[in-house]
């Protein structure tokens, strides 16, 4: 019970690192990796390392960085690294060990230098206050931690918040087409956190006797949704009034219609 955390917290840490890695590499050498790929070899190597005796690993940025700018392209690089790694460790152990901590530290501060993201600070008051705070709660909880991955989830929650916050707005535009027919034009992303707000923006009562609902502008994503709709074909309905939909993308259309949802007309 208490190895799992520890267990977890790793792997996070472990992904969170190669993909940036990988991230960073794409950007210097203007290729592209496969991340899924990474992560699934990243996996099976440490789970079979785990019966050798030996410790989870992962891509290292700093390595990696000087790796690449002192010319490596290939897959040999790497290799070539990985093996004279390997013979220090297994030959040299001795003269590695009387190397003193302190230059080994002056080596990762001048790493730590050479990779960092300068412009990251010097714009950060360029960029949208939330993703300038996300990076400051993100980077704070870290160094009061030192636990990569609490800042990381403290980073992932903060921004799906955003996210979300972002979203939650929903409005409604109309034309009168005729004395007895309105178009209702909705703009925005309908989901559970705007299913209240869209259906208090429909007049019931004084609606004419035909209603289109015009979703080209928005997009419905979860059963919350589906359920407004309906409710406000219900509400109006309920004044012997057709609603019609039109507008949906193949997404939205199937998920009204699993659940049923379809036009007062039968559209």
């Known amino acids: 019970m208490i190895i799992l955390p520890y267990s977890l917290s790793l792997a996070i840490v472990g992904i ?44 290292l940025i700093g390595q990696s960085v000087i790796n690449v700018r002192s010319g490596g392209r290939t897959r040999l690089s790497t290799l070539v690294s ?8 297994m030959a040299l152990s001795d003269v590695v060990n009387k190397v003193p901590m302190a230059a080994l530290v002056g080596v990762m501060i001048m790493v730590a230098i050479s990779t960092f ?84 923006l429909f007049d019931y009562v004084d609606d004419p006797q035909q209603i289109t609902l015009d979703f080209s502008g928005s997009h419905i994503w979860d059963q919350s949704a589906v359920s407004a709709i309906a409710k406000v074909k219900s509400k109006y309905e309920q004044q012997n009034k057709q609603v019609t939909f039109i507008g949906l993308n193949e997404e939205s259309k199937l998920v009204i219609l699993k659940l049923g949802v379809t036009s007062s007309s039968g559209h």
């Open 117 to 200: 993201d300068w412009k990251s600070v010097y714009h950060i008051h360029k960029v949208p206050r939330t993703d300038a705070l996300i990076m400051i709660v993100t980077v704070a909880i870290v160094l009061y931690t030192h636990d990569l991955s609490k800042g990381v989830l403290a980073g992932v929650i903060l921004s799906a918040l955003v996210l979300v916050w972002k979203m939650a707005k929903i409005g409604v535009s109309f034309s009168d087409d005729q004395p007895q027919h309105q178009t209702y034009h909705v703009k925005g992303q309908l989901f559970f956190g705007t299913t209240s707000r869209f259906v208090a």
């Open 16 to 59: 969170l690192e190669s993909l940036l890695t990988a991230s960073v590499l794409d950007e210097m050498t203007e290729t592209t990796s496969n991340k899924n790929k990474e992560v699934r070899g990243q996996g099976i190597a440490n789970i079979f390392t785990g019966f050798f005796g030996g410790m989870a690993g992962c891509a």
């Open 82 to 89: 990985g093996a004279f790694l390997l013979f220090l460790i």
